[in-house]
């Protein structure tokens, strides 16, 4: 009896769409997938020859879903995931490296404390790179990757590390001196987070004195306070164990909320799903 089953596209051209339609161009699309724009092109082309629909309006600079790709889109992406999901479960378990990029601020206050747990929840051997400083691009590829900001990735896999709210800190020392903390030295660190004159305009504090001490990372700001330099603007969340040990103390009940923070990203092609929810459990 003849087969009347339709034949099903190769599940590159298949690829190719989801990536198109993820990405909103066949540049990025290429990107992401390793092709060039004119495989990608290619691939959608053949696609829509086989399907007998279109399934992008090609714009000037963009590109945009037609009726029928919006309508496909959602089954395309159930089955890929279903597809990925069963092949981490039945094979997935080979896979017992991870690799984390992340600062050194972030590695020696946050991960450190959670290594023992991560590597029993993770059962994985754990490699961890230090990401060079002002490299704050987050590839798709097989790195899981720590990186501060509003959480805007296109990754798969994302989760906020915790809230960031900065706090005024100082060493127990210089706690101890005469006058309102306001007048003692500051210390001050390039980056993202909440600058003195934020804080100065937010609790109406002067905005002298100007800190003699600047770093470019949060760890070394805050070895500097804690050994009695001057008062720092800290993380909350990245000096708890210091006000926990007496080696700082806050200064202020307030504290100032912050929009951004670390965020933990990662691909299908860095971890299996329990891999990630295992990695997301050890890192809250």
């Known amino acids: 009896m003849e087969n009347l089953a339709p034949k099903l596209p190769p599940l590159e ?14 540049t ?4 992401d997938t390793g092709l060039t724009q004119s495989a990608i092109s290619q691939r959608i082309a053949q696609l829509e020859l086989h399907l007998g629909a279109t399934l992008f309006h090609r714009r000037a600079r963009s590109i945009e879903l037609t009726i029928e790709g919006e309508a496909w889109l959602p089954h395309v992406r ?18 017992g490296r991870l690799t984390i990029s992340a600062s050194q601020s972030i590695t020696d206050l946050w991960l450190l404390p959670r290594l023992a747990k991560l590597q029993v929840l993770t ?14 691009s987050a590839p798709q590829d097989d790195v899981v990757r720590i990186r501060y900001g509003s959480g805007d990735w296109p990754h798969t896999y994302r989760m906020k590390l915790y809230s960031e709210e900065i706090v005024p800190v100082a060493a127990p020392s210089l706690n101890k001196q005469f006058g309102h903390w306001t007048e003692w030295p500051r210390i001050t660190c390039s980056g993202p987070r909440p600058s003195w ?30 050994a009695g330099m001057g008062v720092f603007l800290a993380s909350l969340p990245l000096c708890e ?12 009940e307030e504290a ?12 299908h092609e860095a971890m299996t799903k329990p891999q990630w929810q295992a990695l997301a459990t050890a890192l809250q």
């Open 256 to 267: 100032l909320q912050h929009h951004e923070s670390y965020w933990l990203l990662a691909g």
């Open 28 to 31: 990025a699309a290429g990107a």
């Open 241 to 252: 164990r210091d006000l926990a040990n007496g080696s700082l103390v806050r200064l202020e």
């Open 78 to 95: 159930m089955a890929l995931n279903s597809l990925r999901e069963s092949s981490d479960a039945i094979f997935g378990a080979s896979r």
């Open 123 to 136: 059962n994985s051997q754990i490699s961890l790179q230090t990401m060079v400083l002002g490299a704050h």
């Open 13 to 26: 051209w298949i690829r190719a769409f989801e990536a198109a339609a993820r990405c909103g161009s066949f």
């Open 197 to 226: 004159n934020d804080w100065s305009a937010r609790f109406g504090i002067p905005t002298t004195p100007v800190p003699k001490l600047r770093f470019d990372t949060f760890l070394s700001a805050l070895g500097a306070a804690r």
